[in-house]
């Protein structure tokens, strides 16, 4: 057999998956459907995907990455075609490239970029599986400031899941800020209520950093944290977490980017 | 037992469910969901709810209106913090007023609007629950002036889903136009790709009317129905429907209004 290489960019609502990787447990996954329909066109078991990283249960993503390798030489627009056809409505292959059989998407990686979306509005019947609601009163100014705080590097460990498997917690973080956003589109759409962006653009993330970020933004804004306990807690490792790990079904993957 | 009358306002993604209508059949309804809550807050099986019309499988609601009679007097708001906290976050009451005894949600209404949102460009992977796909090229001009021809009072014997029992099949269409929407909002959003809406105002609608009305448009659009056959169907009944039922998804119910 021989193997050829491309590089997927997937657009995915995550609502019904437990995520991007492959479980044991039982359960439906992104990579699990995509490995699904990358057997059935290339008719083999011999087939690979490779993320540039794993998004958690209920993320979603409009720009992942992920490589792929499969018996299989078919021009890009077909590749598209064919795994569209058989994968679920909330999974779609919205570009393909051929790639080297030496590029690793997160290795390779320049920069990713999260958005996380939020309101403290009620959210209405629409926008559940899109923003996160948070009830409470808060302080946008601040909370600008903070993000500023978060720019640079700076080992994240007190923002990062325990258990995961990294060989640091330092990363770097490019831009960072909170986008007001005023209602759009139909009054109907998931996003018609005034609403907050947190985008966040980073060398790379360790798990649930990006929504371990909002809860403490969230904290900043209540008053609950101060600025200088962040400024620490990005300096020093803390006891406990300073804020909750905001709900998964305000996070987007935005865009992963590679070198030219 | 003493009851009273309240008039909500209800929103809904009505993917999951059967539509509005409590069924024999296995599965949820909104106004089985609906029920269940009332129940709850008033602890008495004697509930009753009576919608502004029954929404098929998958349509959604902007602005559904039911009539609830139940034995529990309390404040408007209260009923809807109380009744949200019992219905599924794809289920939300956002208005509640008193009313009469009297008052009959579906003899009394002025008139409904419907959207129905469509694109001709593939739908991403968060758009398919949100609009439908017609995937052919459309003169957007000819289903224009077709929109027009709807406008009046019409037999909508053509334009109906057989089996359903009315008195009647005359309506009157007050508005009726196509709206171009161009990208909305994030580009992750339900409507991020160029799409059109079909906006129809009028005095009530036969079963499946809405979706049977965008069902001709498109084949206007295509150039297999002309303006000429559209007018003739709404005069004199046809042997065959002139188009096919549009998709559930991309139909919306978004307002109902009643005398002041």
Chains 1, 2 share one sequence.
Request: proline share 3%; with cysteine.
């Amino acid at each position: 057999l021989s193997f050829f290489n491309y590089l997927l960019t997937i657009q995915y609502k995550g609502t019904a998956y437990l995520g991007w990787q492959v479980q044991e447990k039982q359960g439906k996954t992104v990579q699990g459907e995509l490995n699904k329909a990358l057997r059935k066109i290339s008719k083999s078991e011999e087939i690979n995907s490779i993320a540039s990283g794993r998004t958690d249960a209920g993320v979603h993503a409009f720009g992942q990455k992920c490589k792929v390798r499969i018996p299989l030489e078919i021009p890009a627009v077909n590749l598209i075609k064919a795994l569209n056809s058989f994968l679920p409505d909330d999974i779609r292959i919205i570009e393909a490239e051929n790639c080297e059989e030496a590029f690793h998407p997160i290795r390779d990686s320049l920069w990713k970029e999260y958005w996380y979306c939020f309101s403290t509005e009620e959210s209405g019947a629409m926008s559940h599986e899109w923003m996160a609601h948070y009830s409470f009163e808060l302080d946008f100014d601040q909370m600008q400031k903070a993000c500023q705080l978060f720019v640079g590097s700076h080992d994240f460990c007190n923002f990062f899941c325990v258990g995961s498997e990294t060989a640091t917690t330092i990363r770097e973080i490019f831009e960072c800020e909170l986008i007001q956003q005023k209602q759009q589109g139909q009054p109907f759409a998931q996003f018609s209520s005034d609403h907050w962006c947190f985008r966040v653009r980073g060398s790379g993330f360790l798990k649930q950093m990006v929504r371990l970020m909002v809860g403490v933004l969230w904290e900043v804004g209540r008053g609950k944290v101060t600025l200088e306990q962040l400024s620490d807690a990005l300096i020093n490792p803390c006891p406990n977490k300073l804020g909750a790990v905001a709900p998964a079904c305000g996070l987007y993957l935005y865009k992963v980017t590679y070198p030219a």
